[in-house]
């Protein structure tokens, strides 16, 4: 071989060598994995918490959005006036956004989607969100001009939540498997049972995203969700089902562990109207039996943060009310006694699939048998769960961690699936939605708190953890969970 041929072949080489590790410094897909597989793809009409992990911000878009922080920011609107009296929002839309069948989005499809979120045959899990909104009238194709029955201090907010994305009045028919908005990403395949996975969106009106494909692959069991982190086969965990494995993960240099907070509080739900459910005093029992630290060190080993009422603990507005509750078996059988109920009683304990409600199932189950109460564990799939517990009001005792956020407004909801209806609770929150002042909001939320705690509507748990195991070369993933969501616009690859 000459020297020039050897000179060309070195050439080669470093031209090989160098296009092959730019190619690994410029990565574009990830796989992300998840427990739960979505039921459909609509945020806008189911409570799935699956739904909005795979589609918030990526594929839909609202007229505000939430941030890894927790921040309301402009969405879909770049800009709002409020009128004085706080019931007129007019929003100044963005100019050149298109959905992603082509058509341009404009002040005729919020339109519909809000008329459609707020209409009487509405299937929206979160309708209330809505029901303040009297009219909405298109200004022109870029404004958009919302009036309120009433001033609402948190409109902004709700706006920014999954149940109030803005779709395309074309897709409707299809939306639950071919989901059209106008996020990042384009939808790509949907393999039931497996995965699902999106594009990059070429014509996206903002900055594009570093990923240019992201696949999100379901992983119930927790044995297997372990393997196949170990195994690579995925990059990312979101919300990591077997905490107990933590340890090795962060003792692992392949891998980084976030741990961070959730909106998700995780309640044993109870049907209000049921008997024997409907006596306070039977409500009171329930909440005595449970031994919320067994349940945290049992089923998240030791992850999670008790709470005594439906409220974040990391919310300003936070109040501790777990004293109300203390474990106490003895208080709890005499409880039960003052009701009729000495000899016990049985019920049923449905169990969605997620490992918090399976693993601290089991837990509560015992606790409950020791002041006289039977629990048969009923396990049920996700679009069981929804179908009969959410939607049927078919149960006696249920386990689910609720992760929308700042959701406490559901308690003034009778026709909500724990079926509580207080006028106290309805009247406070007409109060709070009217209140704009941060202090006084403050207050009464802190009143709400103290009600639903008092009334023991629910045997409140803990907070759920958000738990997440990543590559270490994956940057840009939320510790938090202000939302249900996996902001892929947001994710890369570092160098």
Known sequence: MTNQMLKSFASALVLGASVFATGALAKSDITIAMQLEPPHLDPTSAAAQAIDSVVYTNIFEGLTRFMGDGSVVPGLAESWEISEDGTVYTFKLRDGVTFHDGTVMDAEDVKFSLDRASADDSANAQKALFAGIESVEVVDPLTVKVTLSEPNGNFLFNMAWGDAVIVSPDSIENITTNPVGTGAFTFGNWVQGDSITLNQNPDYWGDQPALETATFKFISDPTAAFAAMMAEDIDVFDNFPAPENLPQFEADP??????????????????????????????????????????????????????????????????????????????????????????????????????????????????????????????????????????????????????????????????????????????????????????????????????????????????????????????????????????????????
Request: overall charge negative.
């Open 254 to 495: 392949r891998f980084q562990v976030l741990v961070g907070s959730t909106e998700g509080e995780t309640i044993l739900s109870t049907n209000n109207k049921k008997p024997p459910f409907d006596d306070i005093r039977v409500r009171q029992a329930l909440a005595h039996a449970i031994d919320r630290q067994a349940i945290i060190d049992g089923a998240m080993f030791g992850y999670g943060t008790p709470i005594g009422t439906h409220f974040a603990p990391h919310n300003p507005a936070y109040v501790d009310l777990t004293r109300l509750s203390a474990h106490d078996p003895e208080k709890a059988a005499k409880l039960l006694a003052d009701a009729g109920y000495e000899e016990g009683f049985e019920t049923t304990l449905h169990l969605p699939p997620p490992s918090y409600a399976r693993r601290g199932g089991e837990i509560i189950a015992a606790q409950l048998a020791e002041v006289g109460i039977t629990a048969e564990i009923i396990n049920v799939e996700w679009a069981q769960w929804l179908e009969s517990v959410f939607k049927g009001k078919d149960y006696g005792l249920t386990i689910i961690s609720h992760t929308e956020p700042m959701d406490i407004g559901i308690y003034a909801r009778p026709d909500y699936y724990f079926q509580y209806d207080s006028l106290d609770a309805q009247t406070l929150m007409e109060t709070l939605n009217a209140t704009t002042d941060p202090e006084e909001r403050k207050k009464l939320l802190g009143e709400m708190q103290r009600l639903i705690a008092n009334d023991f509507v629910n045997g409140y748990l803990f907070q759920l953890p958000k738990l997440v195991i990543a590559k270490a070369g994956v940057q840009g993933l939320w510790k938090n969970a202000p939302t249900a969501a996996i902001d892929l616009t947001q994710i890369s690859w570092s160098e």
